[in-house]
């Protein structure tokens, strides 16, 4: 073999080489903006809990995604939907004179309607919370944010989907419990996962109006049953702050 032919075919293996290593390259920034776009705020927590390393951080949610984006939601009938709904509006009633109970009773309806809705059953946290992580991206913080709350703790065991930073403040000197202005917030910021969970997607509007179709007899106020039954309604006092100190 001559000499031209060798060197020939040595500048063509560097260049598949080249080639190879710039796709791996390429195929990794597009598979770490993907996971960017899809995680939002749960992404940029994952890069802080590896301390900056965006490649360990998107190798862990990469997993969450494989363990649980095929998960499918249940559905929710118009009448169990009526009465989770009921149960929060209570809540934040409650809330006025009862802060902590009210965060409790919250931490505790978020992770039945969670289940519910087809996630993994409350009394497994830690997996409810990364299964909704991957499908609740945006909002699952405040899920987090009322379990501490709730669970009257300062500090909080690191899982891979609990990636805050956040610590809720003593209540009073030597607790480790949070004040009622941060219960507060943490309620308010679980009510928009709570909102989420509660709304019907458009898949369950799809099942609806196939049974509709299917229904003889339907009547449009048997329609309008299914509709969600719109934002909750919030009392002045939660929002004014007029919560009574626990």
Known sequence: MSTGVIIVLIVVAAVIAVSAVARLVMARRASGASLKRRFGPEYDRA???HDGDAKAAEHDLADLVKRHGSLRSHPLEPAARERYEARWAAAQERFVDS?????AEADRLLAELAGARGFPDGDRY????????????????????IHRAAHGSATHTVTSTDTSTDTLTGAGAGEN???TEELREAMLEARVLFEDLVTPGRDDMARHRADDATTPGDTPAATRSHRPSGRLHTPWAFNRHHAKGS
């Open 177 to 179: 419990r949070a004040g």
């Open 126 to 145: 830690d997996e409810q919370l990364e299964a909704l992580s991957v499908h609740h991206p945006h909002h699952v913080h405040g899920y987090r944010r």
């Open 99 to 103: 802060p902590r109970e009210a965060v």
């Open 47 to 49: 890069v802080a809990r």
